[in-house]
């Protein structure tokens, strides 16, 4: 049986996409329509109570959060496909989580309101609050600026190893330099630029920015 | 060597303590005072650079984050002290789901409350009431799915005590004690009954005791 997932048209459900196809796991999509609200049906609900995507279904096993997701797709597949997107010790593994929690705390929540901002909200004819873009852009750099010094200590977040960690950061930041046209958040930082140049050339992200 | 955790008397490194307790491995405490700053003195940001708390020091291995930190300990210490992470991987994966929904859904809103009631007066800031309001009702929100689940549920991620449960205790501690908004555990049956069972382990009553 083939994994589910929910809303492949999405940032989020990507870092799932992407993590699967590392792990060289197939899988098979569902679309779900934000803007029609599809997330709010009682059906949709029942899987995601919260509504979010994205949600997988696995036989009987259904899982959400597509940080938790990815977790348990690299523990379950450790030796398949890219096999240290936790690391290979558990001092390694700590670092990657490290910097997971990193990303959902310091560079997802002002990317996020600038997706929503200027990708939802400009993009369909709705007033963006250029305030908050202002100020989530200020956040974000400062955060870049941190990253900037991490990654000219070490090729990749954890270590010197493409983990999860990396993982996570390309559904946004691939809206960041594309649709947004914000690249030179990535381009002004040397070792940011390199960074992104490596993780977002990998076959398999690649490979998502085709299918979807 | 013991571990070391910096700024006991906050929130986020009495999630690392209550899991270091569990566990039952020795620590001690540094303290950091977030009002005069401290967390942005040079020597602290070498250790966390973006200027958050917690973060620990364990012979050579630095490492911040709080709930990166709880996952290392539980893993590492696997065989030691309670279980919490449960014991399959898809067990492991329903902690990490309920992880990510405390991080994402339930600490945006609480922690909002948490700085506006608690930290704003001490900053000399005055109170942003709507901010308050909006983030109360947010949390109202998410408390509601937590009682449908934990009418089915024990506890977050199955019948089983998890980190997903234990991520919860520090800023519900807030809520119920210095913002005094106990009734929005209390209004809600089974998060109540949940509340009792994990604010009663003993491991938390010592944090209390001690910080």
Redesign the interface.
Same mark, same amino acid.
Do not use: S
């Given at each position: 049986m083939v994994v589910k997932v929910y809303g492949p048209a999405y940032a989020s459900p990507k870092r799932v996409i992407v993590c699967l196809i590392e792990k060289q796991i197939e899988f098979e999509t569902v679309p779900v329509d934000l803007v029609k609200g599809e997330n709010k049906n009682p059906e949709y609900l029942k899987l995601q109570?919260?509504g979010s995507l994205p949600v997988i279904q696995d036989g009987d096993?259904t899982?959400? %959060?597509s940080?938790?997701?990815i977790?348990?797709y690299a %523990?379950?597949y450790k030796s398949q496909g890219t096999t240290d997107l936790l690391g290979r010790t558990?001092?390694e593994?700590?670092?990657v989580?490290?910097w997971?929690?990193?990303e959902?705390?310091?560079f997802h929540?002002p990317i996020y309101q600038m997706t929503t901002q200027i990708l939802f909200f400009a993009k369909r004819g709705l007033p963006a609050d250029e305030n908050l873009i202002k100020e989530s852009e200020e956040k974000l750099g400062k955060?870049l600026d941190?990253y900037e010094?991490?990654l000219s200590k070490s090729k990749y977040l954890a270590g010197d190893f493409f983990s999860l960690a990396d993982l996570s950061h390309l559904p946004f930041t691939q809206y960041l330099v594309g649709p947004m046209e914000k690249e030179y958040m990535i381009r002004d930082r040397k070792h940011v630029s390199a960074w992104w140049d490596d993780i977002s050339n990998r076959l398999s992200w690649k490979k998502v920015l085709e299918l979807y």
């Open positions: 109570p919260f096993f899982l959400y %959060e940080r938790a997701i977790r348990y %523990e379950k558990v001092e593994r700590g670092l989580e490290q997971l929690e990193v959902a705390h310091n929540p955060v941190v010094e991490r």
